[in-house]
């Protein structure tokens, strides 16, 4: 089992910056990859950013590179997603999730645990 609880949310201006956080326990967290996830209401989940189990490996979304930055401290069993430049667009609920394949994937389904979420508002 992972317990995975994200935080650092809020409100921000257009062209502002916010750092989420995602804690994680249970499972070793060296041990499995990470991903960041948004969803707005009545909308798909939609693939954020990925970082491999040791952080040397990443991968972004296209409409976001560039901009955000996925990092991880295993000592502190904590990934993190540096977003900057934040548009309008970038409003909406944020997830963190595990993957035990390590695999990387954009796909939703293929991770194994999720956290609550975080809500992101820009403002323009």
């Known amino acids: 089992q992972v317990q995975l609880v994200a935080s650092g949310g809020g409100l921000v201006q257009a062209g502002g910056s916010l750092r989420l956080s995602c804690a994680a326990s249970?499972?070793?967290?060296?041990?499995?990859?990470m991903g960041w996830f948004r969803q707005g209401t009545g909308k798909e989940r939609e693939f954020v950013a990925a970082?491999?189990?040791?952080?040397?490996?990443?991968s972004y979304a296209d409409s976001v590179k560039g901009r955000f930055i996925i990092s991880r401290d295993n000592a502190k069993n904590t990934v993190y997603l540096q977003m900057n430049r934040l548009k309008p667009g970038d409003t909406t609920v944020y997830h963190c999730a595990a993957d035990f394949d390590g695999t990387l994937t954009t796909a939703p389904g293929r991770y194994d645990y999720w956290g609550q979420g975080t809500q992101v508002t820009v403002s323009s």
């Open positions: 249970g499972r070793t967290f060296s041990s499995y990859s």
């Open positions: 970082i491999s189990w040791r952080g040397g490996r990443t």
